[in-house]
Structure formats: C-alpha cells, structure tokens
C-alpha cells in the first residue's frame, strides 16, 4: 500500500462516525499522469494551507486527484435520496464524491469525480474537464459574491477518456464545506421508515450546526420544528441573494439542497446575460420546472419534502407547517432588502415593492443586460451619466417614464452611491467567459482559468485592463448548452 502523505492538517471525521448506514468506507480511484488546471488561494486558506507548502507539492496533486491516500482522513461516499425534476427517484447518493473526511477546524474535503461508487448507478464516478472547470470558478464566484456556497480548493486533470456525448478528459475538483449533508439524506431514512437513522442524522445536524434549535421556546420547544424553520430561513436567505445577483442553479432536486443554505451542485448554471424572467438555463429542463423565475417556489417545495422527511420526528403536522410557513415572508423580505440595496435605496418604503416589480417588468421588456444594467447604475449613482443608463433600453420612452415618475422621486435623484455600488458587481461568470476558460484549458493553457478565479474574488471592484470580461456577451454566446451531462 502506499504511504499516506501528511498535508499538516488534522482530521475529526464526524459524519463518518454516525456509522455504515449513512456511507460506505472506500478509496478513490487513481488517474494518469495528472496536472494542475487551477487553484484557489482563499479556499485553502480556510483549510490553513499555503500554495508555498503541502498545498502545492507533487503529493498533493497526486492526493487531490485521487492517486495518494492523505494521512488521517476517513474516505467514504454518503448515501441519500431525492426528488428529481419533481419525481421521487428513491435511492441516490455519492456517485463521483468521494469525502476524504473532516479537518479539526470543521471544513469537510470531498474530492469530485474521483470514481465510481456503490451509488453511481451505472455511471462512470467521473467529471470531465470543462464542468469541473465550471465548478471550480463558479464556487469561488459565488462566493466572491458573498453568497453561501461550498468551496472549490483546486481542480486537477488528466488525460484519460472520459465518454459523454464524444469523448473528454477527466478532472477531479476538491470542495470544501462545512457539510455536504443535503434533503436527501433526510427523504432517505424517512422513505424507508428507519426513523433510527433518521433521529441520528436529524440530532447530528442540530447539535453540530444548529444548536439553537435544543432551546427554541417555541413550537413547544420541538428541536426538530426548529431545524425544519431554521433551514427555511437560511434557503430564503439564499434564493434572495440568487434572484438578486441573476443566478440559475438549474437542478434544484432535493438532492441538490443544502441543509446549511449554501449553493451547491454546480451543474447547468448561470448568471444571466439578457435578463428573461422566464429563462431556463439547463437544456435538459424541457418542462422549464427550475426557470429563474420558479426557483423561489421550487425551494418552498423542497423545503415541504424536507418537512414530510422529519415529520415523524416533529410529529405534530401543525408544527411542521408553521415552521414551513416562516418561507414565504423571510424570503420576500430578504429579496426586497436586496433589491432596495442594487437601487441604492436609503431605507425601506412602502411603495418599494413596486418600484422593484416596475425595474424588473423594465429589464424583461427590453432585455436589458441585467449585470451591466445595475454596473451603470451604480456608475450613475457614483457621478457618472445617465445616459449610458438609458441608452441600455429600446424603449428610451419606457425608461424614461420609469426615471422620471418612479426612481428619481423615491431617490431624489441621487441614490445611495456606496450602497449601490457595493450591491452590483461588475464581474459575473457568464457562459462565454467559463467557454473561453474551457478552450484554452483543452490546449493545457490554464491562464484564462486563474484570470477569472482572481477577478470573481473580487467582483465588486473595477479591475482596469480587464474591463472586457465584463463587457456585453458575443453573439456566439446564445448558442452554448449547459445540461446535466457532465
């Protein structure tokens, strides 16, 4: 067997101490000859690892692909289950993610196509490059955004085929989280009625992540009402901070939902170009179930599963549906909060949420750039001309009327600049920017991968001199495909 490698960290494993129902203890599978694609100072940061030592080294690009075992840690993949595309499609899990275990600082390291697994399903456990890419950049541009979301270490290559619609290459990323626990896990146990399993996993997320919850006076003083209320709360927090900012998951399963409220699965995703209140960003989702414009109610839905999963363990339905029913408002208010901020509002009103519904109907009407729209605004707030505002619309008179009748009297003509510019980053990852990305990274040229990392960390600042990764998308843009295939 091959030595272990020391990366200096120390491990806890808890997840893989609940026990053999919850995952199965095994090793990744090795890759040839694998390389570097990129690399994410901040995520290891987290992990208290330097590019300079461990993190960086030959061990760790034969670790963090798979091919050398890391000292302490306790590889497994989890089992859980889910509704998919609304379908209960029973018994899923860790097909391609292998979690090499839990650091003693409480970041969980998963390792992303590292082979298959007792739950691949017939699948290879493999991710080829250009998602992994997407993955990696995304996870550390949503992050940069101040959006909950798991973390993206590195992502490595090789050369070996991987079969999708033609062949690849495969890669593997490492992610970081605090949990990949997602509503699944709890449909699991609740599906097969193993309501041992159930309270265990159900105790392990309370008292490790929601401790609170044991002294809630509320719903007489039911913990596991409690959990159900504070994971709604952290998903409305979420989908505002989604809406806000123009991003689309895509693949909103229950397999795909956080327990913690963080982004995870970076599958089809993306952040809008032309704002479509109705665009659907996964070419697999024919029935439109995750448009941008449903993903509010979808998450309400995944939360209602969540809540049948832990009924039996509230058991009181009254309880159940009130702490569900805490959703709707703090969703609503979390998004007009959002939104008050992207117009540089100086405090709340009550004819805010028309003046928002108004903005919106305004960008759909003339399928206005919705980065660069709130960008020159800000630019706008900051001192600079309206008109490259207005001359965003087809439809100058529409703008106008808006301007004149609805923004300026509510702002006084002069929002709140630093609030404003703080809200709108200039630098989102659109498609074509990841394309481009992927293209290069084909030709082993990995530049374009660590341009976009260093620019979305910071998205909110100006960056001169690239100043065209935030300009309007190619025309070629509109004919790339995200799905589920990767």
């Given at each position: 067997?091959t030595?272990?490698?020391d990366?200096?960290?120390?491990?806890?494993?808890?997840?893989?101490?609940?026990?053999?129902?919850?995952?199965?203890t095994?090793?990744?599978?090795?890759?040839?000859a694998p390389?570097?694609?990129?690399?994410?100072?901040?995520?290891?940061?987290?992990?208290?690892?330097?590019?300079?030592?461990?993190?960086?080294?030959?061990?760790?690009?034969?670790?963090?692909t798979?091919?050398?075992?890391?000292?302490?840690?306790?590889?497994?993949a989890s089992?859980?289950?889910?509704?998919?595309?609304?379908?209960?499609?029973?018994q899923?899990?860790?097909?391609?993610?292998?979690?090499l275990?839990?650091?003693?600082?409480?970041?969980?390291?998963?390792l992303?196509?590292?082979?298959?697994?007792?739950?691949?399903?017939?699948?290879?456990?493999r991710?080829?490059?250009?998602?992994?890419?997407?993955?990696?950049?995304?996870?550390?541009?949503?992050?940069?955004?101040?959006?909950p979301?798991?973390?993206a270490?590195?992502?490595t290559?090789s050369?070996?085929?991987?079969y999708r619609?033609?062949?690849?290459?495969?890669?593997?990323?490492?992610?970081?989280?605090?949990?990949?626990?997602?509503?699944?896990?709890?449909?699991?146990?609740?599906?097969?009625?193993?309501?041992?399993?159930?309270?265990?996993?159900?105790?392990?997320?309370?008292d490790?992540?929601?401790p609170?919850?044991?002294?809630?006076?509320?719903?007489?003083g039911?913990?596991?009402?409690?959990?159900?209320?504070?994971v709604?709360l952290?998903?409305?927090?979420?989908?505002?901070?989604?809406?806000?900012?123009?991003?689309?998951h895509?693949?909103?399963?229950t397999d795909?939902?956080?327990?913690?409220?963080?982004?995870?699965?970076?599958?089809?995703f993306?952040f809008?170009?032309a704002f479509?209140p109705?665009?659907?960003?996964?070419?697999?989702?024919?029935?439109?179930?995750?448009?941008?414009?449903q993903?509010?109610?979808?998450?309400?839905?995944?939360?209602?599963?969540?809540?049948?999963?832990?009924l039996?363990?509230?058991?009181?339905?009254?309880?159940?549906?009130?702490?569900?029913?805490?959703?709707?408002?703090?969703?609503?208010?979390?998004?007009?909060?959002?939104?008050?901020?992207?117009?540089g509002?100086?405090?709340?009103?009550?004819?805010?949420?028309?003046?928002?519904?108004?903005t919106?109907?305004?960008l759909?009407?003339?399928?206005v750039?919705?980065?660069?729209?709130?960008?020159?605004?800000?630019?706008?707030?900051?001192?600079?001309?309206?008109?490259?505002?207005?001359?965003?619309?087809?439809?100058?008179?529409a703008?106008?009327?808006?301007f004149?009748?609805?923004?300026r009297?509510?702002t006084?003509?002069?929002?709140?600049?630093?609030?404003?510019?703080?809200?709108?980053?200039?630098?989102?990852?659109?498609?074509?920017?990841?394309?481009?990305?992927?293209?290069r990274?084909?030709?082993?040229?990995?530049?374009?991968?660590?341009?976009?990392?260093?620019?979305?960390?910071?998205?909110?600042?100006?960056?001169?001199?690239?100043?065209?990764?935030?300009?309007?998308?190619?025309?070629?843009?509109?004919?790339?495909e995200?799905?589920?295939?990767?």
């Open positions: 067997m030595d272990a490698t990366t200096g960290l120390r491990w806890n494993n808890r997840f893989a101490a609940l026990g053999p129902a919850f995952s199965t095994l090793r990744p599978t090795p890759l040839p390389y570097w694609v990129g690399t994410s100072p901040p995520a290891a940061a987290l992990l208290g690892l330097d590019r300079g030592g461990w993190f960086g080294s030959d061990a760790s690009l034969q670790a963090l798979g091919n050398l075992p890391i000292a302490g840690s306790h590889p497994l089992v859980y289950s889910g509704h998919q595309f609304g379908v209960w499609a029973g899923l899990g860790d097909g391609r993610a292998i979690l275990g839990e650091t003693a600082g409480g970041w969980e390291v998963q992303k196509g590292a082979g298959r697994t007792p739950y691949s399903r017939m699948g290879d456990g991710a080829v490059l250009r998602s992994s890419i997407r993955e990696f950049l995304a996870s550390e541009a949503v992050a940069g955004l101040g959006i979301t798991t973390r270490l590195c992502v290559g050369d070996a085929p991987v619609e033609e062949a690849e290459t495969a890669a593997v990323v490492t992610r970081v989280a605090q949990s990949f626990i997602r509503f699944g896990h709890f449909e699991h146990f609740a599906a097969r009625d193993d309501l041992a399993s159930l309270r265990t996993l159900a105790d392990y997320v309370v490790r992540y929601y609170d919850c044991r002294a809630t006076p509320r719903y007489g039911n913990a596991y009402a409690a959990l159900l209320e504070a709604g952290r998903t409305a927090g979420l989908l505002a901070q989604w809406q806000a900012v123009g991003f689309c895509g693949v909103m399963n795909n939902m956080s327990i913690l409220g963080l982004t995870i699965d970076y599958g089809p993306q809008m170009d479509n109705r665009h659907i960003c996964n070419h697999s989702d024919t029935q439109g179930r995750y448009a941008f414009n993903q509010p109610q979808v998450a309400y839905w995944n939360l209602l599963c969540l809540a049948q999963a832990l039996p363990l509230i058991g009181d339905e009254e309880h159940a549906k009130a702490a569900l029913g805490t959703y709707p408002d703090a969703f609503g208010s979390a998004f007009d909060a959002r939104m008050r901020d992207k117009l509002l100086p405090d709340a009103a009550a004819a805010d949420r028309p003046l928002i519904e108004s919106l109907r305004l759909a009407q003339g399928a750039d919705y980065t660069i729209f709130w960008r020159r605004l800000a630019d706008f707030a900051a001192g600079g001309e309206l008109a490259a505002v207005r001359d965003l619309h087809p439809d100058r008179d703008f106008d009327a808006w004149d009748t609805q923004y009297p509510r006084g003509g002069q929002p709140d600049a630093a609030r404003i510019r703080a809200a709108n980053p200039r630098y989102v990852l659109r498609n074509h920017l990841g394309e481009v990305a992927i293209r990274a084909r030709e082993k040229d990995f530049s374009e991968v660590e341009t976009l990392r260093r620019l979305l960390a910071s998205p909110y600042e100006d960056h001169p001199g690239f100043e065209d990764r935030a300009g309007f998308p190619p025309d070629w843009a509109t004919s790339i995200i799905s589920c295939s990767s």
